[in-house]
C-alpha cells in the first residue's frame, strides 16, 4: 500500500513557492473570467448541446479488436538522478523524476461514469505502488479525476491541481494542494511543476462546465531530467510556446486517442499524428503514447492509434528508440 510522503516533502508541499513572471501575468489570467474558464479562442466548448463520443461517426469496433493484457513487471526504483515512468493505463503514469514518485491522472477505477468498463486492466496493482509522493491533475473529467482512486491515497498528499478545482480536493479533506494558473509554478522537494496551457474543456456536472481549469505540466528535476505531461488537448500554436518557454524537453507524455469524428473531436483530442508534430514543436527528445486501449471513448478502432502513430514517426524520419510505444504496465528508464 502506499504510504505517506515523509515529513520534509509535506512541508515542502505546504511551503510551495508560486512563481509567475510578470509579463505573463496577463495571458495566464486572460483565458477566464466569473462565467468560467475559455479557451485560446476565446470562446468555450458547447459540449452541452452536442453528443456523446463517436456519435455521428463510424461505431466503435468490438471486443475483439483489443490490446493485449497489461505487462505487469514490477515497478522499477529509480534514484534522483533518472527519469522512469510506468504506464497504469490512460494517462496515469508513475513518475519517477528527482527522487520523487508521481501519479497523473490516477484512475484505478475499472468503470468511470458514463463510458462502458475499461477493456485492458490497470497495468499496476495499487497494493504494489511505491510511496507515493504526489499526485498531478490535468482537469476535471471522469477519466482524468477519479474520486474512488484518490480515495485510497493518504490525504496529506500534495496535489497539484489547475485553479478552480482546489474545492473540489478539500471537500474530500486532502490538506497539501497547489492549485495553478497556466505558467504558474510550484516546487516540491526540489522538483519544479510547471502548469502549462491545452485546448480542453472541463466538466464534471450539469452546472459547473469551464468553472475550472485545464493543461498540461512540465515536471523538471533539479540539474536533471524534464518531462511534460499533455493530459488532454488538441493540436496548436501552444507546444512550441511551451517548448520554447520549457527547453530541453526529455520525454513528453502525448494523447493518441479518442479522436474519432475529427469533426467534433479535433479541438480537443489530438489525434496520432497531431501527437508526433506536437512532440517536434515541442522540442521533446522523446514520446511516450497514452490515452488509448484503455477506456473506449470515441469511434476509432481500439488498436489504430498505436498503428497510425507508429507510422507518422517513421514518416517524421525520427529514431525508432525515441518512440516509447509501451504497452500498459511496463516501465522505461532514461539515466
Known sequence: MTTPSDGSLLDDAADARVRIDADDRQLAHGFHDFDGFHDFDGGRRPFGQRHRYGDGGRRPHGRGDRPARPHRAPVPRADAGTLAVTWAGHASWIVQVGGLTVLTDPVWSRRILGTPARITPVGVPWDRLPRIDAVVISHNHYDHLDAPTLRRLPRDTPVFAPAGLGRWFRRREFTRITELDWWEGAELAGV???FVPAHHWSKRTLTDTCHSLWGGWVLT???????????????????????????????????????????????????????????????????????WATFILSAEPVLEPLTRVQAAWEKAGLPRENLWDMPIGSSRQLD
Do not use: K, N, Q
Open 192 to 194: 519544479r511543476f510547471d
Open 221 to 291: 528535476a533539479p540539474g536533471g531530467p524534464r518531462l511534460y505531461f499533455a493530459g488532454d488537448t488538441g493540436y496548436g500554436h501552444w507546444f512550441s510556446r511551451i517548448g520554447r518557454r520549457y527547453p530541453g524537453i526529455d520525454l513528453a507524455l502525448m494523447p493518441i486517442g479518442a479522436y474519432d469524428p475529427r469533426w467534433w473531436l479535433c479541438d480537443v483530442h489530438c489525434d496520432p499524428e497531431e501527437a508526433v508534430r506536437a512532440t517536434l514543436d515541442l522540442g521533446a527528445h522523446r514520446m511516450a503514447p497514452m490515452h
